[in-house]
């Protein structure tokens, strides 16, 4: 059974970027055909897909922070990562990592990490 858990700071400044790094175990990040994919829930709201890496390193972004987001891997410590620069209270949310054959999904049909809470503030 694979197993994803989410880490990085609970707290951000404004402007900073924000790194979490996702650890996965019980399975490869490089097994086909799967997708490893950051999601969020601003307080209050629903879930938003924010991007994700497939098996083979290729990645997709959602529009909406495209040009803030960066996501890649590692695959020697098997974990993948997520970066969002220009970070605004906006951006406060549970972030979540999970795994899945689909690239964008919102649903919770695969495999995901219990979410981290991250704060934007000064």
């Known amino acids: 059974q694979v197993q994803l858990v989410e880490s990085g700071p609970g707290l951000v400044k404004p402007s900073q970027t924000l790194s979490l790094t996702c650890s996965v175990s019980?399975?490869?990040?490089?097994?086909?055909?799967?997708?490893w994919i950051w999601i969020r829930q601003p307080p209050g709201k629903g879930l938003e897909w924010m991007g994700a890496?497939?098996?083979?390193?290729?990645?997709y972004y959602n529009p909406s922070v495209k040009s803030r987001i960066s996501i890649s891997r590692d695959t020697s410590k098997n974990q993948f990562t997520l970066q969002l620069e220009s970070v605004t209270p906006e951006d406060t949310a549970v972030y979540y990592c999970?795994?899945?054959?689909?690239?964008?999904?919102?649903?919770?049909?695969?495999?995901w990490g219990p979410g981290t809470q991250v704060t934007v503030s000064s």
């Open positions: 999970a795994r899945d054959r689909l690239i964008v999904t919102t649903q919770r049909h695969g495999d």
């Open positions: 890496i497939s098996y083979s390193g290729n990645t």
């Open positions: 019980g399975g490869s990040i490089t097994a086909n055909p799967y997708n």
